[in-house]
């Protein structure tokens, strides 16, 4: 736990924490998952973190987009902070009634109340929750926190004393033990309710992996392991079964039957327990109904619960004889039912031995697309939390229905000032927005279920607007005609998730002062939801009186406010807006510091909030043909400008991040070049050049590469690599500013060094969005000056001091020397210009390179945009007409930057395999993270179709057609079921399916009974919004709906699919039809019953009506940071980078605990930090604790991203690895098994990773002497690597070289030389006869050919002489898990090093080796074995052929 300890000022010097990232592992940033982590570790190392890694001036700290660098203006912002990790547990007895005393280890910051959550937790105690702790007969607070109770200290004895119920605390007991008896229920996870999730691990390992590996005998049993996988899963196999998806947990089938424990637990129908009885204590009755069929009347009192002796006809609220007066509802029960009594023990054993992270709930709700039947039980607790408009929690929170809004906007306002303070306020932060998230989802399907009262229901249906639980929901229409120059109906669609990316953003930023709304878009049978909070006041005025700053006409009628501009002004750099005038009606003009559309409304609470911010960013220009307007050749030549759907297409902000990068680079190049002009004119000037640069020059800082940001969500689409170099350049800014007041002329220095730090922060602070194309190699943070306070320059290309290593991605050394010595020269120049003149050649160049690049300002770099160009109705001044032009031009470039570099970049990216997309949900993340829109799908699939490598860009171009084709299908199932009536929903959701994918010529069958009642009903029919004939969705047709798929994808993605039919796709793009329902399903929110459906049959269709089990919500919120837990765990990405793994794993372990700190028990980030922990672990021997934490991580992932997420695929490789290492091949085995099941599922087995993969499976195999089974794995990982990786590639050769060990271990010599011999020429032709491998090869095909001509002889021995041939015993040896184990972690990437000084002075030698090696032109593929299999998780390096 982090002591809530003031700031003790460190006394270490230099802290300038490296955050750079390890090589990728960014704790996938747009995810969400929890995990109750006390660390016990006792790291009494006094943990150094900076405020936001390293000083920073506080004219940029609005730019930290994790709110990390939020240091006040005032602040010293150079403060660090030290955080005192203080172990000082102690232990407490407790006495509860009717149990012995036992010992609970307790933290001196925990509450009261959490020793109170952990008791009605515990086996024993878990029956009881109406009690006081007492301690010497005082009661203690429930919030009172430990170290501030008198007398509590090592050994105290706390008593548990029962207290009489109230009515709230009665039903708290009444649904607390409803709780603990749905305890393994699963049902509650497939019906999405209170964030329950399913997770499988535990049905493939047995229970806990941690006890089942003392338990069993280490690989001792090899021939009682059952190594045959199921036919489905051998290479080759064209089934794929859904029914494998959710394999039966043996838990799960004994509640349903002789685990029952109540038949009926309920509410009785004589609630409210009339006057007179009130006052005997009567608080309220339920009736039940035992395992022996007993009906029974209980009456819940003040002092406990007893029988009465009312029937389900007569009140007679009197006791029975006996009553069983007990304080718990489970005393009681146990008394009447002694089957209640049996299996409730059993039950809560049962549930105790679970791991908590299959109980604990996500802070986010995660919906199954497959579920089984499930049956329906009585619920008392489920149909009261149903018809109350609050939500169930909130039962208990004084003052009944939330504020959202002020719940919020409170928790912003937080102090920021030291650590604990942050994470104080960022976890409260986290817990609304995830409450705020729950309700308004709860909400947006009230509203389309028609419960909830419009406040306008005079108006039609898409007109309508809704108040629900301090909440308010509007739908994706275009009502009058708001939108009607900008695409109707379809930009009113688009604004919302605008609008969100805009809350998202201003939120990222963080500025004090300044509000945004809560906001959740949901997507349900086919509405579009928004859901915002209630700006205090808003609703009793209108809005032309509110609004004081914006527009609410799209620019026509225009108002600005002092206030609001200098609010706004502070997010201007961050978020790259420009401040601008335009002319309001009167043709005043207005000063803006961001788009007209955005709003200011000052609320009655006083505070200054801002909406509508769906032009946050500014427009595409490839999607906005406007007259007049010629677009950049790179665009015209891809065929843009075009038409879009609507005119609200804005360029992502990852996108203006990589661009504004882009344009930094070409800034320092020119002015680097312009200077070199100029010095060499001068002569005399030369010495000086030379002396100057020398230091730079000497050793060249190394190139960083594609560094995505760290809204990374899963670990195959990101690879993130910094060398030292730039993590010192990007971290080290320039503080000329903060330290005393200097004249104006000063600007240049901070933001000549500041863009290059800004995107870096923005994008999640994880690392820079360089992600040009080859041609472009980012070099930029290596020019960066770091500039210290008098403004000399810092020599800093002291790349590899630390050892670490560059990654095998790194563009090529030569791209980067030129001009860059010249660059850190200007730099220089321009440091040292704090007032004293300048030689005024120099401004000029700066000059010069501002104009080229499009800057705003004439002496230093920095480009901004205008986000109201080309908006229709909007008018600028005549003044500003230069201005205009030059935005318009820019906007022009960053279009043509998405299409000449971006896209380029992303193929590039997935031709190396630094990006590895599985399905759609993954590569539509590879594309965010460049920055490009999912509306260029059709051309980055067209980029892929003329690449001349496009055999090994196949997995990516089926991902890419399957999420084309799916998305186009949504688009259509939208406006299909808005005419559905729900009587016929699940009849239509079936229909649809068959259409999209069945063989069979779909007829909608509508039973006739249903008709007639249908038909009845018709006058009701405008409550559905949208009307419509409600019979229309049953003449859909397969090839109506084909054609449209087309249609939508021409008009749409402009993309020309051939095809007629599902099967015409699956034959053509070799797509899996089970893809396809995986995708449409989670994309339109439909659950479908799990079991084989034969998709293929032209007699039948493949689903009826009673295949369709629910329809699930979409949902889209802002996912709140943990800013300091994430630059911790930077930091020991960072140091394990350099080879320091026990400091690394120190860092990532506090990260941990302030990751828990923050999100609670359950997070993607968390997931990531526990990967990266495991693999840590691994490194340094602890397989024991590797295997531990990678459990946990695989649990998490399951829970929080999905059960067959590409994340959960990987979680469950690792996994295998540490269980083979932890002598547990068998479980080693099942998880490989269901890895590879899950990528068949998800992706089939055309893809990179199944190479990995089948090696994995094919080594284990070996290990256990299944020859036959492991070669047709290995065997087929070698064909996918020469597919993917080419024929000569490193990988291959090592693929040879497995298959080559098994032939062996069959005796089949000829077949094993014949691999080798294949290996041994690849790695002769990449890396020559001198290399360690090649003569590792050498020697080994030595051996074989020994072995074989020994087998040869003893054959022609057994010919000659018969039986009585004397034979020499040859050596078949089965191979030793360690050679396995040593092959199984040169695959996965991972090598040990043994950190000795000499050891780690050899590593640095190899390192510069290596360099000048990539230097000399040698291709990337040949200098690793490795290439970037799974890149974002090496550690420390990249294994190597030397």
């Not at 041939?1365 to 043994?1394: R, Y």
Request: hydrophobic share 35%; charged share 25%.
């Amino acid at each position: 736990m982090v002591s809530k300890t003031d700031d003790i000022p460190a006394s270490v010097p230099n802290c300038n924490v490296n955050t750079v990232d390890l090589v990728g592992e960014t704790p996938d940033r747009k995810e969400t998952s929890k995990a109750p982590h006390k660390d016990p570790c006792g790291h009494s190392v006094d943990t150094v973190v900076m405020n936001g890694g390293g000083a920073h001036n506080p004219s940029e700290e609005e730019s930290k987009q994790d709110g990390a660098g939020d240091t006040d203006g005032g602040e010293d912002s150079n403060e660090q902070e030290v955080i005192v990790i203080q172990d000082t547990g102690f232990t407490v007895k407790i006495q509860a009634p009717g149990t012995e005393p036992f010992d609970l280890q307790v933290s001196p910051q925990e509450m009261v109340q959490e020793i109170h959550q952990v008791l009605m937790d515990r086996e024993d105690t878990c029956h009881r929750t109406c009690f006081s702790l007492q301690l010497d007969s005082n009661v203690l607070d429930n919030f009172a926190e430990l170290k501030s109770i008198e007398g509590l200290q090592e050994g105290s004895l706390l008593k548990v004393v029962e207290e009489p119920y109230t009515v709230r605390e009665a039903r708290i007991h009444v649904r607390h033990i409803r709780d603990l008896l749905k305890g393994l229920d699963p049902s509650d996870a497939y019906n999405g309710v209170d964030c329950n999730s399913l997770s499988f691990l535990s049905v493939f390992t047995d229970g806990d992996l941690g006890d089942s590996g003392k338990r069993k005998k280490k690989g001792s049993e090899l021939e009682q392991i059952d190594c045959t996988p199921p036919e489905h899963i051998l290479p080759g196999s064209k089934e794929r079964p859904l029914l494998p998806l959710q394999p039966q947990n043996k838990d799960w089938k004994v509640i349903m039957t002789p685990m029952q424990c109540l038949k009926v637990l309920t509410m009785s129908g004589w609630n409210p327990p009339p006057g007179n009885r009130k006052m005997h204590g009567d608080l309220m009755y339920l009736y039940m109904v035992t395992v022996e069929e007993r009906h029974i009347s209980i009456t819940a009192s003040t002092r406990g619960f007893y029988l009465n002796q009312s029937t389900t006809y007569t009140f007679n609220p009197k006791p029975a004889n006996p009553s069983f007066l007990s304080h718990s509802l489970v005393e009681l029960l146990s008394q009447i039912s002694p089957a209640f009594k049996k299996n409730f023990t059993a039950l809560q054993k049962k549930r105790v031995q679970r791991h908590p992270f299959e109980r604990i709930a996500t802070p986010f709700q995660v919906y199954s697309w497959t579920a089984p039947q499930v049956d329906h039980t009585m619920d008392c607790v489920r149909a009261e939390d149903a018809y109350t408009s609050r939500l169930g929690y909130e039962e208990h929170i004084p003052g009944q229905t939330r504020d959202w809004n002020e719940e919020l906007q409170t928790t912003r306002e937080l102090a920021r000032k030291n650590l604990p303070d942050r994470l104080l306020r960022e976890r409260a932060i986290f817990k609304v927005h995830s409450d705020f998230a729950a309700a308004a989802t709860r909400g947006s399907m009230a509203v389309i279920d028609g419960n909830v009262m419009a406040i306008n229901p005079g108006e039609e249906t898409r007109m309508q607007m809704f108040i629900w639980n301090n909440i308010f929901f509007s739908l994706g229409f275009d009502v009058r005609d708001h939108y009607r120059e900008l695409g109707g109906d379809a930009a009113a669609h688009a604004a919302p998730t605008n609008d969100l990316n805009g809350v998202r953003a201003y939120g990222a930023v963080d500025v004090e002062g300044l509000y945004t709304l809560g906001t959740v878009v949901v997507d349900y049978r086919g509405y579009r939801v928004t859901a915002q909070s209630i700006i205090p006041g808003i609703l009793e005025r209108e809005q032309e009186q509110s609004v004081i700053y914006g527009s609410i006409d799209f620019g026509k009628t225009v108002v600005s406010h002092g206030k609001y501009l200098e609010l706004l002004e502070r997010t201007s750099r961050p978020l790259k807006v420009q401040r601008h005038n335009v002319l309001n009606e009167k043709d005043e003009s207005m000063e803006l510091c961001s788009s007209v559309e955005c709003k200011g409304i000052i609320g009655n609470d006083g505070r200054h909030y801002i909406l509508d911010l769906l032009r946050t960013f500014p427009p595409d220009l490839n999607f906005l043909p406007v007259e007049g307007e010629e677009l950049s050749p790179e665009s015209v030549r891809e065929g843009f400008p075009r038409q879009h759907r609507h005119r609200l297409a804005c360029l992502r902000q990852e996108l203006i991040e990589a661009f504004v990068e882009h344009r930094y680079l070409l800034f320092m190049k020119m002015a680097a070049l312009q200077l070199m002009q100029q010095k060499a004119n001068k002569e005399s000037k030369l010495a000086t050049l030379t002396e100057n640069s020398s230091p730079g020059a000497a050793v060249p800082a190394l190139p960083s590469t594609e560094t995505p940001d760290a809204s990374a969500e899963s670990s195959e689409t990101s690879t993130e690599t910094l060398t030292d170099a730039n993590s010192d350049a990007v971290h080290t800014e320039t503080t000329s500013t903060s330290d005393a007041p200097q004249p104006a002329a000063t600007e240049a220095t901070t933001t000549e060094a500041a863009p290059k730090t800004e995107p870096m922060t923005e994008t999640d602070s994880s690392a820079t969005t360089t992600t040009n194309a080859s041609q472009a190699t980012p070099i930029e943070d290596n020019v960066v000056p770091t500039v210290t306070t008098n403004g000399s320059l810092v020599p800093f290309a002291t790349a590899i001091q630390n050892g670490e290593c560059e990654s095998p991605l790194e563009g090529k050394a030569e791209d980067i020397i030129p001009g860059l010595a010249q660059a850190k020269e200007l730099a220089e120049s321009l440091a040292a210009e704090d007032g004293s003149g300048i030689d005024p050649k120099s401004r000029e160049v700066v000059l010069n390179a501002c104009k080229a690049v499009g800057s705003i300002s004439n002496t230093s770099f920095d480009i901004r945009f205008n986000p109201d160009i080309f908006s229709p109705g909007v008018r600028f001044p005549e003044d500003s007409a230069d201005d205009i032009q030059k935005q318009k031009q820019l906007l022009k470039d960053a279009g043509a930057f998405m299409v000449s570099c971006q896209i380029p970049s992303l193929v590039k990216d997935c031709l190396d395999h630094s990006a590895l997309p599985m399905d759609g949900a993954t590569l539509t993340e590879a594309l965010h993270q460049r920055g490009i829109n999912v509306r260029y799908l059709g051309n980055v699939l067209a980029f892929v179709d003329q690449t001349p490598a496009k055999a090994q860009l196949e997995h990516f171009y089926r991902i890419g057609i399957s999420e084309l084709i799916t998305r186009c299908a949504k688009h259509i199932f939208k406006t299909y079921l808005q005419g559905v009536e729900l009587s016929a929903l699940s009849a239509a959701v079936s229909h649809f399916l068959n259409c999209f994918l069945s063989s069979f010529d779909a007829v909608a069958h509508l039973p006739a009974d249903e008709l007639v009642s249908r038909r009845k009903n018709r006058k009701r029919r405008n409550r559905v919004p949208g009307g419509g004939d409600n019979t229309a969705w049953a003449s859909l047709t397969p090839s109506e709906l084909w054609k449209n798929i087309v249609s939508e994808a021409q008009s749409y993605y402009h993309f020309t699919l051939h095809c007629e039919n599902a099967d015409q796709v699956v034959e053509k793009y070799g797509l899996q039809k089970i893809t396809l329902l995986r995708e449409i399903s989670i994309k339109a929110g439909i659950q479908i019953l799990i079991k084989e459906y034969n998709f293929d049959s032209r007699h039948k269709p493949a689903f009826t009506e009673e295949d369709i089990l629910n329809i699930f919500p979409v949902v889209k919120h802002v996912n709140p940071k943990a800013s300091d837990a994430f630059h911790f765990f930077q930091s020991g990405q960072a140091k394990v980078q350099q080879g320091y793994l026990k400091e690394g794993c120190e860092l990532i372990n506090e990260a941990l605990n302030l990751f828990n700190n923050v999100y609670g028990a359950m997070h993607v980030e968390i997931c990531a930090c526990l990967r990266l922990l495991a693999r840590l672990n691994y490194i340094m021997g602890d397989h024991h604790e590797a295997l531990s934490n990678q459990q946990k991580a695989v649990l998490m992932s399951e829970r929080v991203l999905g059960v067959e997420h590409p994340n959960t695929i990987q979680e469950y490789m690792h996994l295998a690895l540490y269980c083979f290492a932890n002598g547990q091949l068998s479980t080693a085995l099942k998880l490989l098994y269901r890895a590879r099941y899950l990528m068949l599922m998800v992706c089939g087995e055309d893809h990179p990773e199944m190479a990995l993969l089948d090696s994995n499976i094919g080594l284990v195999l070996h290990g256990v002497m299944e020859y036959d089974l492991s070669l047709r794995f290995l065997e087929n990982a070698l064909a996918i690597n020469s597919k993917y990786h080419g024929p000569r590639s490193l990988k291959v050769a090592l693929s040879h070289h497995l298959v080559a060990r098994v032939y062996e271990s069959k005796a089949e010599f000829r077949s094993a030389l014949q691999q080798e011999k294949e290996g041994y020429t690849i790695y002769k032709n990449q890396v020559g006869e001198a290399h360690e491998k090649t003569k590792e090869s050498s020697e080994y095909l030595k051996y074989l050919t020994q072995q074989a001509v020994a087998l040869q002889r003893t054959m022609n021995e057994i010919y000659k002489n018969g039986s009585n041939a004397s034979i020499m015993p040859l050596k078949f040896t089965a191979p030793s898990m360690a050679s396995v184990l040593e092959q199984l972690n040169i695959i996965n990437g991972i090598i040990f090093i043994p950190l000795s000084q000499k050891d780690l002075e050899n590593l640095k030698a190899e390192v510069q080796r290596r360099q000048q090696l990539q230097e000399s032109g040698k291709s990337v593929e040949d200098l690793t074995v490795d290439g970037p299999l799974e890149l974002e998780d090496k550690i420390p390096m990249d294994v190597n052929v030397d």
